[in-house]
């Protein structure tokens, strides 16, 4: 009889033992882990000629990924082109155009002068002084009037060729868009679109995260709320081959200060205790986190 006895107090304090150690074991807070998920659209209508990721590839930001068909785009531009340098090619030549009238303007003045000398030596009479003086005054009047009309007729055309500049611009920012740049580092996690299938802009190609940093998302409650305070550091435990967990280093970068599933009324410390709040938790991912899973927090 003693000695069932004795085996039922060790069995009894066995039970009493692993008990002890589970609740010691037992987590101070739990959430799942998250990453910001961005997702990649087309900006540009036609045909995917070329889209060359995977789910789970890592690629890099500003890395071209595919392209999306951009014939049309590069003819429009041809034709632009033309259309600019047919509207400047008409541009007149001032110096050519006003090159005559001067001319003729210096002749005159000439004559003037070959007529003044003649009016003193009372050799010539003074309406032809006039006279001179007179075509002297229009020829500069026709330069001045076949100047503007050169200088308007230059600064229209220009003005239509910094319009098809403008569309210009307009259709390499299209034929850009054409390309398909990648816009952060991250890991694909889902591809929406395949070579030679039809796009709109806007329309998702894939969904990229930025996984060598992950956030737990955990939940405490109003007591430990008080305790904890951005940039605080603390442990996560995530579960690992055979059972086993393992430990990260995590920082508190985020912390609502709204409780969530708040009761309607609050009247007992009891309840007062059941609000928690959320909390996102930094951790350098080594590969082995992945988004959803579960993690456990270790204030201690």
């Known amino acids: ?10 069995f009894v304090f066995s039970i009493l033992a692993f008990s002890c150690n589970h609740t010691e074991k037992i987590n101070d807070a739990s959430g ?5 998920e961005t997702i990649v659209s087309a900006e540009a209508n036609g045909k995917i000629l070329a889209l060359n990721i995977e789910e789970g590839d890592l690629i890099v930001q500003g890395q071209q990924i595919g392209y999306v068909d951009s014939t049309q785009l590069h003819l429009q531009k041809l ?13 007149p030549d001032a110096k050519l155009q006003l090159e005559s009238l001067q001319k003729e303007l210096a002749s005159a003045v000439s ?25 002297i005054d229009v020829l500069q009047s026709k330069i001045d009037a076949l100047r503007s009309s050169l200088s308007t007729t230059t600064t229209t055309l220009n003005a239509q060729g910094g319009t098809v500049e403008v569309q210009l611009a307009q259709v390499e920012d299209q034929l850009r ?8 580092n991250g890991t694909v996690l889902t591809k929406y679109a395949n070579a030679f299938e039809m796009t709109v802009a806007g329309k998702p190609l894939y969904k990229i995260a930025e996984l060598s940093i992950i956030n737990l998302r955990a939940y405490i409650t109003a007591d430990q709320f008080t305790k904890v305070k951005l940039g605080d550091k603390l442990k996560v435990s995530v579960d690992a081959e055979a059972g086993q967990s393992k430990i990260y280093d995590g920082t508190v970068e985020w912390i609502n200060n709204k409780a969530e599933f708040t009761p309607k009324t609050i009247q007992t410390k009891d309840e ?29």
């Open 177 to 184: 868009k054409c390309n398909i740049i990648n816009p952060i």
């Open 111 to 135: 004559d003037k002068k070959r007529i003044e000398n003649l009016v003193k030596g009372e050799v010539a009479s003074q309406k032809q002084l006039d006279d001179a003086n007179t075509r």
């Open 1 to 10: 009889m003693n000695t069932k006895l004795i085996k039922i107090n060790l």
């Open 79 to 91: 034709q632009l082109m033309q259309n600019q340098k047919a509207i400047l090619s008409g541009r």
């Open 272 to 300: 007062r205790a059941n609000l928690v709040y959320a909390i996102k938790i930094k951790v350098k991912n080594d590969g082995l986190i992945k988004i959803g899973m579960y993690g456990d927090v270790l204030f201690n």
């Open 32 to 36: 799942t882990f998250e990453a910001t």
